[in-house]
Structures are given as C-alpha cells and as structure tokens.
C-alpha cells in the first residue's frame, strides 16, 4: 500500500509524536534522529529535513508534549460558575504525580537534560513559567472573591508547584512508601498553608 502523503504540518506533528514516545522509551541523552525515523518508517534525512539537529527535535518534541496538560489545566482552572477553591484543588490534584496528568518521567528527563542544552532548557522555562502564570491567575481571582488569604499569589503558585514537582521526582525516581491517599492530604494541606483556606472548605470537587 503506498504511503499516505502528509502536509508539512501533519509530517511535523507525526514527528514529534514519535519523538516524544522514543524519549520516554529511550531517554534524552539516548534518543537519536535515527531512532524516530525507523520508528517512522522514514529516513533520517526525512526528519532532519524538518528538524534540522536532534537538539531541536528534542526541545520541540517537549512543547508538543505540554500542549495537552497545558490546555487541560485551563480547562480546569477557568470553568465558568465554579468558585476558585474548587478549580484550584481539582487542578492540583490532576497535576499531583498521583493524579492523570501523564509525563512526569518524560519531564524528569527534560530537566535533567535542560542542564546542558540551551535550546531545551529555554523551552523547559517557558512552560514552567506559563503553569505558574494560570495557578497564579486563580489565586488571585479568589482572593478577589474572599476565598483566598494571600498578599503574593505569584510566590504561592510557586511553592504549589515547586512542591508538586519535588512530589514527582521523588514517587517517579524512588518506589517508596508513600500511599496515594497520603499525597492526596498533603496537597490539601500545602493549600491550606497558602492560601489560608479552612480545612473543611476543600470538599470534593465533582
């Protein structure tokens, strides 16, 4: 059967899509432009016609993958009628490594390699920077509405997330024994912290 052509657009979001699985499989460091393209059934020079050095198929690869959870934490935080409280913990508790927010290895990985790769580590920032920009955006909105006690929203979405990212990489990279209802209480209790919420105001969102 002849191979279906694709438009440059479609070829790109094939690429990238590949890209993503074979770093999860194979790691950043790991990965080669080869990989993807016998993933692909392509040549090599094919994915490098798009993506012309594999530091940029990675760093492009890692926005594609964050396109997703990034506009399913929207759709979480900016839902019309549900007060701030509510958006908030279902979003955090979405995010939390226990939740189905998915990628926390690949992310891992991202970081890591974001040490040493400049074009990854702009866009790692980036990313980070627009999560911190919507957790920010409702809290203020709370306390707009009174349901938050916090002069620094800002620096709260920062600790809620540095402290969900520090959850990942320790439930990702080590097998402990911490329980899912455990980390549950946690995030709830960081939230309580920040935002000076009453316990008993963080009812299950349904």
């Known amino acids: 059967m002849a191979r279906v052509r694709l438009s440059v657009e479609e070829r790109r979001a094939e690429i990238l899509r590949v890209a993503v699985e074979q770093i999860e499989a194979r790691g950043v460091s790991n990965v080669r432009i080869a ?22 198929l990675v ?18 935080l900016h839902r019309p009628r549900v007060d701030a409280t509510r958006r908030l913990r279902s979003a955090v508790r979405w995010y939390a490594p226990t939740g189905q927010a998915k990628g926390w290895r690949l992310w891992i990985e991202g970081w890591a390699a974001a040490l040493r ?6 866009v790692t920032h980036d990313l980070d920077q ?4 919507e957790i920010t955006k409702v809290v203020e909105e709370g306390v707009a509405a009174g349901e938050f006690v916090c002069d620094r929203p800002a620096d709260a979405a920062w600790r809620i997330t540095a402290f969900l990212d520090g959850l990942a990489v320790q439930t990702t ?16 209790e960081a939230l309580v912290r920040e935002l000076g919420i009453a316990p008993g105001d963080l009812t299950p969102d349904r």
């Open 35 to 56: 990989d993807v393209a016998s993933a692909l059934g392509v040549s090599s020079s094919l994915v490098l016609y798009h993506f012309s050095t594999k530091e940029l």
């Open 59 to 76: 760093a492009e690869a890692f926005a594609h993958a964050a396109q997703g959870d990034l506009a399913h934490l929207r759709k979480l």
């Open 117 to 122: 790769e400049p074009a990854l580590r702009k």
């Open 130 to 133: 627009q999560w911190k920009a």
């Open 173 to 188: 990279s080590y097998r402990g024994p911490l329980s899912r209802t455990t980390m549950l209480e946690w995030v709830d």
